[in-house]
Nanobody
Framework: QAQLVESGGGLVQAGESLRLSCTLS????????MGWFRQAPGKEREFVAA????????MYADSVKGRFTISRNNAENSVFLQMSSLKPEDTAVYYC????????????????????WGQGTQVTVSS
């Protein structure tokens, strides 16, 4: 069973940047598609970004496209979310997730495709 641990959350002002990290233990990291999701207060959890096992294919929610970048380092079993030009509406708990499903088999935005989840890290953007 994979274990995921997120880090890097915090309090920032609008317009600033933040980088989230997630480390997976449990093996075979490079064979797993990785994703980031978020849940704002009073809202359902939503898809943010996903990256293929090789790192050469990515997808993003429209709300973060052009501002957020997902990447991974397979040698370090880690996936990252670089967030720039942050807005108050980006405030949420951010979750890292992993799946054995191939990147091109994902249903865009689907949480059900992901089977392993981290505990989440809080990101708060003040106006």
């Amino acid at each position: 069973q994979a274990q995921l641990v997120e880090s890097g959350g915090g309090l920032v002002q609008a317009g600033e940047s933040l980088r989230l990290s997630c480390t997976l233990s449990g093996g075979a990291f490079s064979r797993r598609t990785m994703g980031w999701f978020r849940q704002a207060p009073g809202k359902e959890r939503e898809f943010v970004a996903a990256v293929a096992g090789t790192g050469d294919s990515t997808m993003y929610a429209d709300s973060v496209k052009g501002r957020f970048t997902i990447s991974r380092n397979n040698a370090e079993n880690s996936v990252f979310l670089q967030m720039s030009s942050l807005k108050p509406e980006d405030t949420a708990v951010y979750y890292c997730a992993a799946t054995w499903m191939a990147f091109w088999g994902l249903t865009p935005g689907s949480q059900a495709d992901f089977t392993s989840w981290g505990q989440g890290t809080q990101v708060t953007v003040s106006s």
